[in-house]
């Protein structure tokens, strides 16, 4: 067995538009949190379980100090068997990323660069608030690629004032850059955030659900061309470089989840931190959210809606043991309707399907 380990390190420059993570601009708490999380990775130890995938998410890792980051990463290799060729993430935005920072996180170990970019066109970057433009974008995803770090991007599709040329100009930013991995995420509004506000107050307007639609298909036909193959509903990635940490939650394979917010899944048990970032420093030791041992149905639910977001699919036999007859014959309308595909002895979401595919999978349940 295997382990992987996310470490949350919250603290933002600014609070984006859109965003819905567990995050913090008071950047004044940073020296209070990493006290906090240095506690807690020291009552997590465990070297009996060779970690295999590390990786720091936010907020905005790139923003701590790298002392602090090196005090996290120093804690983590004392109290866990880090595999010589563990897979080590952090996510950076693009106004972080130097000559001298690429440097350093190299030196902390890191090996894979996720950089928020979201677009390459300044108008959509706007309403995101976003700090970076695409000038400093592309310096940034250039110097990375130039590093020898696995580079990802996070791109947005379905941004306000997003065209399908401003979008395909975007994709082809990327691939001209040579990045070895894209997530492709699509707009997802919270109710309440500053962004929806301003949709729903007429002040910002989102493309048309069609065109989005239209988009996401050309865009795992664009990517592929370009060497980036589609292995789940929103990660494209050149052979070998897929991230294989998400690959662990997707799989649903073991991790430990550190740091505000932060989500576990050990032993058919998942548990978060608390999201207040106050109760965290004060009470980390009692600052649990949740816990659940999942039972049978929830363990088939999580199968299936996981292996389904891949494109690898799941077995044919497998839905039909876990449904019964109402699965086999969800998977023949779809296999006849065009949104599953079969793929030797399994089944397979098309790019169509992928879009409705929420939609799909609750008539399993």
């Known amino acids: 067995m295997t382990l992987g380990i996310y470490v949350h390190l919250p603290f933002c420059r600014v609070h984006c538009t859109y965003c819905a993570f567990a995050i913090s601009t008071d950047l004044g708490r940073e020296e209070a949190y990493v006290d906090a999380l240095l506690r807690e990775i020291g009552r997590a130890s465990d070297r009996k ?11 905005t890792p790139s923003r701590m100090s790298i002392e602090n980051l090196a005090r996290i990463t120093a804690e983590i290799r004392r109290s866990f068997d880090l595999a010589a060729d563990v897979e080590f993430s952090m996510e950076s935005n693009p106004e972080d990323v130097t000559d001298a920072s690429l440097a350093a996180w190299t030196e ?8 928020g970019v979201q677009s390459f066109a300044d108008l959509e970057l706007s309403p995101l608030g976003r700090i970076h433009g695409r000038d400093r974008a592309r310096d940034a995803v250039a110097r990375a690629v130039a590093s020898g770090l696995r580079t990802n991007l996070d791109l947005i599709l379905g941004l306000p004032g997003q065209t399908r040329e401003s979008f395909l100009a975007t994709l082809d930013s990327a691939l001209e850059l040579g990045v070895g991995h894209v997530s492709l995420y699509m707009l997802d509004l919270e109710k309440g955030s500053p962004l929806a506000v301003q949709v729903d107050r007429g002040r910002a307007e989102l493309p048309d659900d069609g065109l989005v639609a239209d988009l996401y298909v050309e865009a795992i036909g664009r990517l592929e061309a370009g060497g980036l193959r589609q292995y789940e509903i929103s990660n494209f990635a050149r052979a070998g470089e897929e991230c294989l940490h998400n690959l662990r939650y997707w799989t649903r394979l073991p991790y430990l989840g550190l740091g505000l917010g ?3 899944f050990m032993a058919g048990r998942r548990f978060a931190n608390t999201r207040d970032i106050r109760r965290y420093i004060e009470k980390s030791p009692e600052a649990g959210d949740f816990s659940e041992l999942l039972g049978a149905d929830e363990d088939r639910r999580e199968t299936l809606f996981l292996g389904l977001r891949q494109t690898g699919g799941i077995d044919y036999e497998r839905v039909a043991q876990l449904c019964g007859q109402e699965g086999i014959e969800w998977m023949d309308r779809g296999l006849r309707d065009g949104w599953l595909r079969r793929a030797g002895e399994r089944v397979a979401f098309t790019p169509a399907g992928f879009l409705l595919s929420n939609e799909y999978i609750s008539q399993l349940f």
């Open 108 to 115: 902390l170990g890191v090996n894979r660069l996720s950089i």
């Open 49 to 59: 379980v060779p970690v295999q995938t590390l990786y720091y998410g936010g907020g």
């Open 262 to 264: 932060a989500h576990s």
